[in-house]
């Protein structure tokens, strides 16, 4: 059971232009979104995150929208540089009563960003 | 701070031998994760450990899998017997408890002819 999606599995966009990546959750009781970049050979790496009591989280290029009664979630850069080229991937931390919030990760978005 | 280290990076191996992952957390850091990313199934839990304890490891795939914490800097992953279809990037993360940020390592591309 998939309880996060991203559903593009890659995504092309002109450099200066917005990019928006997707994500769906199936877990309502999610409280706690991040979304994370990977670029080839390395690990994926904390871009932004967001508490499920916002609906808006912004840092410099990067807004993350989040849709409660539509159980979505969207990453927005904007504008687009060919360095933001990168697997991004959503993730959800479980509810879980332990000390340890491991998460569960989307299958991952592929962005190219053209110059 | 030098990050997640994680050796070695690339591993090329036979099918049938044994593979064993190093990974080194940061330094402070009392949760430490083992994630596989593969295409078909993308970034999926292994297993993760708390003060050194596995806490989950639901997600080891069968008893081919193992890992161990024996203190808190240092973790692996073995692979005994290893079979192709273990061919994948492996990868170690490590965070403070309660916190969902997670760091990785570089990760192991791992191939197991």
């Known amino acids: 059971d998939q309880q996060v999606k991203q559903n593009s599995p890659s995504l092309s966009v002109q450099e200066g232009r917005i990019s928006i990546l997707n994500c769906d959750y199936t877990n309502s009781m999610f409280d706690y979104f991040l979304w994370y970049k990977k670029y080839p050979a390395e690990g994926p790496t904390f871009l932004i995150s967001i508490s499920s009591i916002k609906d808006k989280n912004e840092d410099g290029r990067f807004t993350v929208f989040l849709n409660k009664s539509a159980k979505h979630l969207s990453l927005h850069i904007v504008p687009s540089q060919p360095g933001d080229s990168a697997v991004y991937f959503c993730?959800?931390?479980?509810?879980?009563?332990?000390?340890?919030?491991?998460?569960?990760f989307g299958s991952g978005t592929q962005l190219t960003v053209l110059p | 701070d030098a990050g997640v280290i994680q050796s070695p990076r690339h591993e090329v191996t036979e099918m049938g031998q044994e593979v064993t992952l190093r990974c080194k957390p940061i330094?402070?850091?009392?949760?430490l994760f083992w994630y596989r990313q593969t295409m078909m199934r993308g970034l999926e839990l292994l297993i993760y450990?708390?003060?050194?304890?596995?806490?989950?490891d639901s997600g080891m795939p069968e008893d081919r899998f193992s890992a161990k914490m024996p203190n808190a800097s240092f973790s692996t992953l073995k692979i005994q017997p290893s079979e192709p279809r273990d061919s994948a990037v492996y990868f170690c993360?490590?965070?403070?408890?309660?916190?969902?940020?997670?760091?990785f390592g570089s990760g192991t591309q791992l191939s197991v002819l």
């Open positions: 993360a490590s965070s403070l408890s309660r916190d969902e940020k997670l760091f």
């Open positions: 450990f708390n003060n050194n304890v596995p806490i989950d």
């Open positions: 993730a959800a931390p479980p509810i879980s009563s332990g000390s340890a919030r491991q998460l569960t």
């Open positions: 330094s402070g850091h009392n949760s």
